[in-house]
């Protein structure tokens, strides 16, 4: 798995789909964020699986149904793409927006989602085998 984060509107999916040019079954929190079931559900007929908006994931999945984030809950969640992945030579590339610099917000809600996301994140950098930093479309490569 490879995790991608780094500031909004800063080319990662742009550098994503130049760094895995192959047909890519893309799933998108940006583009139709009532689709949580899409990424809910660990399978496709591509070999590379794109789930885009990691940050846009947690608010809906926990924020917005006014759920307390469970970390393993979270796992079982990456777990279950870690198997897809693993069944042969599938990849799952992971997409957030890096949202936990800058001014803490004042409502509680939104503290809470960047609390929930930075750990989702941490999680994220922990399975992945590949973590990459983009920032003005250049990776740094952080695993």
Not at 7 to 18: D, I, P, T, Y
Request: include cysteine; proline fraction near 2%.
């Amino acid at each position: 798995m490879h995790f991608v984060t780094g500031g909004a509107f800063n080319g990662k999916r742009k550098w994503v789909k130049h760094t895995y040019p192959k047909q890519l079954d893309w799933r998108s929190m940006y583009v139709d964020e009532s689709k949580i079931t899409s990424w809910e559900k660990a399978s496709s007929e591509c070999s590379i699986v794109v789930l885009e908006g990691v940050e846009q994931y947690i608010k809906k999945r926990w924020i917005d149904q006014e759920q307390v984030f469970s970390r393993e809950q979270w796992r079982k969640f990456i777990d279950t793409w870690l198997n897809w992945e693993k069944e042969g030579e599938r990849s799952v590339i992971w997409i957030g927006t890096d949202m936990m610099k800058g001014i803490v917000p004042i409502d509680p809600n939104e503290r809470k989602w960047r609390d929930y996301t930075g750990w989702a994140f941490q999680e994220l950098a922990h399975y992945c085998d590949r973590v990459s930093l983009i920032w003005y479309g250049i990776e740094q490569r952080l695993k």
